[in-house]
């Protein structure tokens, strides 16, 4: 079993939307369980031991929407194990649906809010961070609900790899300042964008989102950040 948060948390937003159709309620009763991912009674994760032994590497994708980002990247790299957070019942019921579609046996998922199971992840255990179109929390009364925090940096670039890359996408021009000034103040990681192109277009191996694509449908910029976990040596 796993253990008790190490501490409380309040998370904010919404958990659940409309009732879940029938197919979608049983894959939450069967297959979640499943792919549940909880901290061991040793407080210590090591994601590796969730995945069999063909995983190179991990993955952590922080709220995943609906799931299709995630499910097409563990589509495209079977040899990757995905872990995807997402609090909001909807999304998790997608991506389950999504699993099953596409037969995928390499995402585990964290149906509820990331920042216990964070503290607990050893340390250089995933290799690739994704965070796309998190809410901005417009209100500046609300910007500390922002997942990009100064304390949350400290916990990314822990759990970070040598090398490890960040990706993070945003519709929102608040938000986008606060990740610049935030990532490029912390000592441990490194934004190596060079040309325009570097930020306003997205990477072959980085599918549009039907948010995304609904940003752009009506006329919102959207902006694409790489940031680098700079050596822990």
């Not at 790299?77 to 957070?85: D, K, L, M």
């Not at 790899?161 to 996408?169: H, K, L, M, Q, T």
Request: hydrophobic letters at 40%.
């Amino acid at each position: 079993m796993g253990k008790a948060r190490p501490e409380a948390e309040h998370y904010y937003g919404r958990r659940r939307g409309r009732r879940l159709r029938l197919g979608q309620r049983r894959l939450m009763a069967d297959l979640l369980p499943r792919l549940a991912v909880s901290v061991p009674d040793s407080g210590l994760l090591k994601p590796e031991t969730l995945f069999g032994p063909h995983i190179n590497e991990i993955w952590l994708e922080i709220g995943f929407g609906s799931g299709e980002h995630l499910a097409w990247q563990a589509d495209q790299n079977p040899q990757v194990g995905f872990i995807g957070a997402e609090p909001y019942v909807d999304g998790v019921a997608r991506l389950l649906t999504r699993v099953v579609d596409l037969g995928l046996e390499n995402v585990r998922i964290v149906s509820d809010d990331i920042r216990p199971v964070l503290r607990t992840l050893a340390q250089g255990s995933i290799a690739r961070l994704f965070i796309l179109f998190p809410d901005p929390w417009h209100k500046t009364r609300h910007h500390r609900r922002r997942i990009v925090q100064p304390k949350t940096l400290d916990l990314f670039a822990h759990l970070l790899s040598d090398g490890a890359e960040i990706r993070f996408a945003t519709d929102d021009s608040s938000y986008l300042r606060w990740v610049l000034r935030l990532v490029l103040e912390h000592p441990k990681f490194t934004w190596n964008a060079r040309r325009p192109v570097d930020w306003s277009e997205r990477l072959p191996d980085w599918p549009v989102t039907r948010y995304e694509a609904k940003a752009q449908a009506l006329g919102r910029g959207v902006t694409y950040l790489r940031f680098h976990r700079i050596g822990h040596r």
